[in-house]
C-alpha cells in the first residue's frame, strides 16, 4: 500500500521534474531565439576600408580580403591583435601611455613579422619560433596566455618606445580560440559572450565605423579627423549617421556578426594616427563627451563617462571571407522582435 508521505514524495518529484524541463525548455528556447539569424536582410552600405593590427596599438595594415574567425581576422600568420607589448611585470602597455606606438609599422611575409620606426633599423620575429614556454600577460587585470617573441625585438621596443635598452617585451597569443571571460565593465551589456574576447583585443575580435557617423563628427570638430583613428576592423560607407547605433544583426557579404556592444571610447582617440602625438585639446574626445554619452543609468555606472563611436561585433555564424566593397546588410527583425542591444 502507497503511503501518504510516499504519495506526497512521488507527486512532489513529478512536480519538480516537471518544473526543471519546464525551465531547460525556457532556457533552450531563449538561446535559441536569441541566437537565431534574421531570415530577411536590408543593405545599409558596402565595406570601404578592412584593417588589421597584428601587435595591439602598433600601425595598421590594410588588407583586401581576411578570413573571419573566432579569434579574429586571419590571413595566414598575419591575424588581428594576436601580439602585444608588456612592460616586465607582464601588464600590457599601449598608445594610451605611449602615442609614439602608432608610429611603428608592422609587416609580416610569410611566419616573420618586421617592424619599422622612425629612425630605428628594422628587427623581425620568427612567429613560428615564439611559442616556446608560456607564461601569463594581463590586459586590464585579465590573465591572458602568452610566449614571449625573444630578446632582439625586445630591445627594439624598448629602444624606440622608452629610449632605453630593456623595460618592453612583445609576446604573441599561443592559442587558436579565445580563452578570456567578458570583463566586468562588459557584462552590463547581455550579448557580450566570452566566445568573442578575441586574443588580445580591449573587448571583442571585431570593430566596425561608420563613415557617416565619422562626416557627422567632423562637422563638430574644427580640425576633422578620418575613421583610422578609431582604430577600427571594418569601415562602412553608404549608412546614415548614427544608424550603427540600432543594428542588432549584421551580414558583410556572407559572414554573419552580432552587435553586442557600443564600442566606449578613450583617451587613445586623441592620438594622430600619424604622428604619435596627443591633440592639445583632447579632440575628439572632448566633442564626443558632448553629444555621445551613453545615457543608461545601469551602464554608467561601469562605463562612467566614456563616449561611444562604434560598434563592437561577434561572429555568430561560420568562418567566412569578407572583402572590400561587400555589401553590408542588417537584420529586419519580425514584428513581435525587438533588437536586443542598448543603445547611447
Request: charged letters at 25%; proline letters at 8%; a positive charge.
Amino acid at each position: 500500500m502507497i503511503t501518504d508521505r510516499t504519495r506526497l514524495a512521488y507527486v512532489t518529484a513529478v512536480a519538480v521534474g516537471a518544473g526543471t524541463a519546464v525551465f531547460f525548455f525556457w532556457w533552450w528556447w531563449n538561446r535559441r531565439t536569441k541566437y537565431r539569424p534574421p531570415s530577411k536582410w536590408r543593405k545599409v552600405g558596402e565595406l570601404s576600408d578592412l584593417v588589421v593590427y597584428p601587435v595591439k596599438s602598433l600601425g595598421a595594415i590594410r588588407c583586401t580580403s581576411m578570413e573571419c574567425t573566432r579569434l579574429g581576422l586571419k590571413s595566414g600568420w598575419l591575424r588581428d591583435r594576436t601580439l602585444m607589448v608588456i612592460n616586465l611585470d607582464g601588464n600590457f602597455v599601449t598608445g594610451r601611455q605611449y602615442p609614439k606606438m602608432v608610429q611603428v609599422s608592422p609587416s609580416i611575409s610569410g611566419s616573420v613579422l618586421t617592424l619599422r620606426a622612425p629612425g630605428m633599423l628594422s628587427v623581425s620575429v620568427d612567429l613560428s619560433r615564439s611559442r616556446g614556454k608560456g607564461f601569463r600577460a594581463a590586459i586590464w587585470g585579465q590573465a591572458v596566455p602568452a610566449c614571449d617573441c625573444g630578446e632582439e625585438a625586445a630591445r627594439w621596443l624598448s629602444r624606440f618606445i622608452l629610449q632605453e635598452d630593456a623595460g618592453l617585451r612583445l609576446v604573441h597569443y599561443p592559442l587558436e580560440r579565445p580563452t578570456r571571460e567578458v570583463s566586468t565593465t562588459n557584462k552590463v551589456f547581455p550579448l557580450t559572450e566570452a566566445d568573442d574576447t578575441g586574443a588580445y583585443p580591449d573587448a571583442t575580435s571585431y570593430n566596425l565605423i561608420n563613415e557617416a557617423s565619422v562626416t557627422d563628427l567632423n562637422t563638430r570638430l574644427e580640425e576633422p579627423v578620418t575613421p583610422a583613428i578609431f582604430r577600427p576592423n571594418f569601415v562602412v560607407k553608404g549608412a546614415t549617421a548614427l544608424e550603427e547605433d540600432n543594428w542588432d544583426w549584421v551580414k558583410i557579404g556572407d559572414v554573419i556578426f552580432r552587435n553586442v556592444k557600443p564600442c566606449t571610447r578613450c583617451i587613445f582617440t586623441t592620438v594622430d594616427p600619424e604622428t604619435g602625438t596627443k591633440h592639445p585639446k583632447a579632440e575628439p574626445l572632448k566633442t564626443l563627451k558632448g553629444y555621445r554619452q551613453i545615457t543608461d543609468p545601469e551602464i554608467r555606472r561601469f562605463n562612467g563617462e566614456s563616449p561611444v563611436m562604434g560598434i563592437h561585433l561577434g561572429l555568430k555564424g561560420s568562418n567566412g571571407t569578407v572583402r572590400l566593397g561587400d555589401p553590408v546588410y542588417v537584420g529586419i527583425p519580425k514584428p513581435e522582435e525587438k533588437p536586443v542591444t542598448s543603445p547611447p
